[in-house]
């Protein structure tokens, strides 16, 4: 899919093009190719003469070659942005290139960012005044998105808690707290992943110099914010664990309990089998053996040799 963006009064609006000769008509300050087919990136090349890399989106592209200036001034920007959907978190790599006043955006995925970014500049008149301000804005919904995650981790975190300082917990449950605890901590790296990228991004954009004295001050406050939610990550990091130990103290506890039961009842049965032993050696002289109620005698041993330590083992609590 091919999109431009064009500024009237003050707005951003969108158009999605479907023929060369269209793109041809349009002076945009923001183009955007979403899993862009050969002949898009053919359009925009001829349009715009530019060459857009094959490897824009390669999740294998080296570090050194994910932020660099061209010789004829344009300014190359790989960061990945978070999803977070029904089929889980997970980062998108986006490809940006700034030429001419014109943003170029190559990606796979229709970002949440993105669209919000979309709706507001609609709404929103001035938000939006050149393609170096498409990119902040950007970095800076990325950020107030991450936001949101974090707050949606917090709140996941507090339904878990409430499960896990209640005091006793089964397997089952244990099981599904232990699920949703891996859920927030992958959530968590993948938000701090984000923040990282969007850090390293808009650092490179303040030392590239092409920003002005106000883009300058927004890119700083965007790294701002950024630096407050890393250390939210790192509470969250540290919660998780909290969680993740207490759930697995809960675990062990519940199987100290079966391990506990089943040394009672191995000690509670050693007497009986050390009758029934004694009374099945084969032995010439054993007096018991002639005795009519020789047989009863030696089950009534056995049954009072169990009921009497598992009465003692109870009344020390032992079973419980």
Known sequence: MLNVFTLSNGRLYQEEIDRPDTLSRVQPVWVDLE?????????????????IPSDAISED?????????????????RSDFLIEDDDGARNVRTAFILRDNVLFSIHNEDLPVFRLLRLRGRRMPGLIEGAKDVLLKLYDMDAEYSADSLEGIYDDLEVVSSRVLKGDVSDTEAGEVLAAIARAEDLNGRIR???METRRAVSFLMRSRMLNAEQFEDARQIVRDIDSLDSHTAFLFDKINFLMDATVGFININQNKIIRIFSVASVALLPPTLIASIYGMNFQHMPELSWRYGYPFSIALMAASVIAPFWY???KGWLK
């Open 313 to 315: 083992f109870r009344r």
């Open 193 to 195: 992943r984000n923040v």
């Open 61 to 77: 592209l080296e570090e050194s070659a994910r932020f660099y200036e061209e010789d004829n001034g344009e300014l190359h920007i």
């Open 35 to 51: 899993s862009p087919t050969p002949e898009e990136i053919q359009w925009v090349g001829e349009r715009f003469g530019l060459e």
